[in-house]
């Protein structure tokens, strides 16, 4: 500090500037958690108590009580969601520098009117319209800010899944953090320097601007971070896209190649049958009425690039021992586009066969598929049988996959379809079945 020259901010906002910047980042980026209710409950006690504890700590300390109020809040912040400590420490870099901001900006104003003083929680002689004066200002300026700094970073956060934070993005947080705290709070460790406020007036101004760039330089950084990944995104989704058309129309041409065999192999039959050998005649038309029945059964929905794109999955079940049925009305999903219904239906299902193939027991291998028009809308569902736990973010099933990173665009891509549709998806794993259910409004074919 600059003794005479700025007045201490008081432990206790420290402590609420804190917890408030938890509070702002746990539900800014994952709102529907019901982990952050411990932070309303018992961290601002914790923060307020460690804030007062290092407050009677000697000067020399200064640097150490700072770093571990900066772990308090990486810990608060890990306490309070599932994220990887990557992830935490990302988020702990905002925070932290959100509280810096919040408490300073807010000091600054408070000193700077005329009745305001910095003895509010220590001098028991002062008026009480004076210290609930500071204790209003307290909740009018850090709710604005955290107010304003929770929309801003919803929608930062929001889209596509901002977790698994890379070494080097890490890093850059880290580094903006460091220079940001650092070059705020000079004038608290030496009196002269370039960057050294010779006044307290600019003491405040200092770190109340350093502060802000540091949290308009990082809110930039995850911008950017957010626009790169949904620019991916895309770009994989619309291969995917382009791969489930070109899937459906080999599986056309597959089609038309069945047909003619299936034409020709009815001529073969015929010829068998007058074959002498009735044990050789036998076993040939056995074989031969295998293949047929095989090749005719095939999903008729009354749309035939659906009928193709269905009974494509259906060889794939029977190869795998995979038991589908089809519910599905394919003329109440005229209205969508080849590609989009081939992205829909080829993504959902590729998932739903790649888990059934990971049971064990082929009774349990079960894909249920329905598509159904009711009222005004047009309904799908594709479920499979999965008795096993499936943790979701922002509604979206996270992959099993190691490298999660990149995958899980199926489920997206079914999402951005779904919302060209206007309508809505939800992915739910209830009584050991996961369902992908579609709500569509009807539209003109």
Known sequence: MIEGLLPDIPRLFTGIAEWAAVLVYVLATNRRSARWIPIVVGLLPAFIGLQLFLGILPQVLWTLGMFTAALAVLGAIQLSTTYAWRDSLYLAMRAFILAEFMQSLHWQLWVALPWSTDQILTDSTLPPPIVAGALVSLVLIYGAVCAVVYVAERRNFSGTPWTGVERSTLLISVGIAL????????????NTGPFVGSSGTDVFYIRTLVDLLGLVALYVQQSRRSHSRASSELAVTQLMMQAQHSQYLQSQRNADDLNRIHHD??????ALREEESAERREHYLNELESTVRRYESETRTGHAPLDV?????????????????????????????????????GNALDNAIEASCKIPDPEQRIIKVAAFNRQNFVIITIENYWPHEVEFDDGIPQTTKANSAHHGFGSRSIRRITETYRGTVTFTSENDWFTVRVLLPRQAS
């Open 179 to 190: 220079v940001a705290f650092t070059f705020s709070n000079m004038s608290f460790v030496i």
């Open 265 to 270: 192999l009815k001529h073969v039959v015929h």
């Open 309 to 345: 794109i269905l009974s494509t999955q259906q060889s794939r079940c029977v190869e795998h021992g995979i038991s589908m049925t089809t519910m599905v009305d394919g003329t109440a999903l005229k209205f969508m586009d080849l590609m989009s219904l081939s992205t829909l239906f």
